[in-house]
């Protein structure tokens, strides 16, 4: 059993917090975005759907128009256990994500999780500083090459100003904002590379098993940066997940005022 059936068997059982079965979602929606930070050369889209369990929102990004008409309906008032068995991805992740937000909060008293500060300020500014946040998880001399697997281009130029080389990696593909090709085979450059920058966006697409065991077996640094799943990848920790920078609901890219991340495996 890998270690993502692992912790999805100890929630099932009631390990982590209470049963799910008795756990039932009581809002469900999706977020939908797009974006062109001013002085960039190119934007994108994104949607998130977002499942609220008591005081506790989980989240898991998807494709846009990706999810059926029906979903909300699918969700909303459904328990947990239930959802944990649901056909689409994205649901059983963002179900996963409310639980454990709910039953081990990143603020929980005694919890491993550091908050960093992010200041107000326009959406440019406000992504340059959760890449910073993000990028000072690494333990890297200059010169070290990072692979990247869910491309953001604050984070690429967070490294490049550190001296880091990377290499951009995304199923979608593309080029990055200085013309680099995205590649869209992540483990075909996984041996190439000193360490993994990775997306929770891997929890819900069925990526993230690969990235976690490799770090695991090579003892490579494995960094997670998570919108999706920020409470679902600090359970990973110490089983080749190095570090997160988890961001729960609501985001950065929501709000232009100050808010916080939660830095996990960070030593200073």
Request: hydrophobic share 40%.
């Amino acid at each position: 059993m890998n270690a993502y059936e692992d912790l999805i068997r100890r929630v099932r059982a009631g390990a982590l917090g209470p049963d799910p079965a008795a756990a039932h979602v009581s809002v469900a929606f999706t977020t939908s975005q797009a974006v062109r930070h001013e002085g960039r050369g190119g934007g994108y889209r994104n949607e998130v759907l977002s499942l609220r369990l008591a005081e506790a929102v989980g989240s898991c990004a998807v494709e846009p128009g990706e999810l059926p008409a029906t979903t909300l309906d699918d969700c909303v008032g459904a328990d947990i256990a239930t959802l944990l068995d649901h056909p689409l991805p994205p649901v059983r992740t963002a179900a996963l994500d409310a639980y454990l937000m709910h039953a081990t909060p990143h603020t929980r008293p005694g919890g491993a999780a550091r908050p960093w500060p992010l200041p107000a300020g326009s959406s440019l500014e406000k992504s340059r500083a959760r890449a910073r946040a993000v990028v000072g998880l690494l333990d890297l001399p200059p010169g070290s090459t990072v692979l990247v697997v869910g491309v953001v281009n604050s984070l690429l130029e967070a490294l490049r100003s550190r001296g880091l080389r990377y290499v951009p990696c995304d199923l979608k593909g593309g080029t990055t904002e200085w013309g680099e090709p995205v590649r869209t085979d992540t483990a075909a450059e996984l041996a190439h590379c000193d360490a993994v920058l990775a997306s929770g966006m891997t929890l819900g697409n069925g990526t993230f098993e690969t990235l976690r065991a490799h770090a695991d077996r090579q003892g490579k640094p494995l960094v997670m940066f998570a919108q999706t799943g920020s409470a679902v990848l600090p359970h990973f920790l110490g089983a080749g997940v190095t570090a997160v920078c988890a961001e729960p609901y609501p985001f950065f890219w929501l709000d232009g005022g100050p808010g916080f991340v939660y830095r996990y495996g960070d030593a200073r």
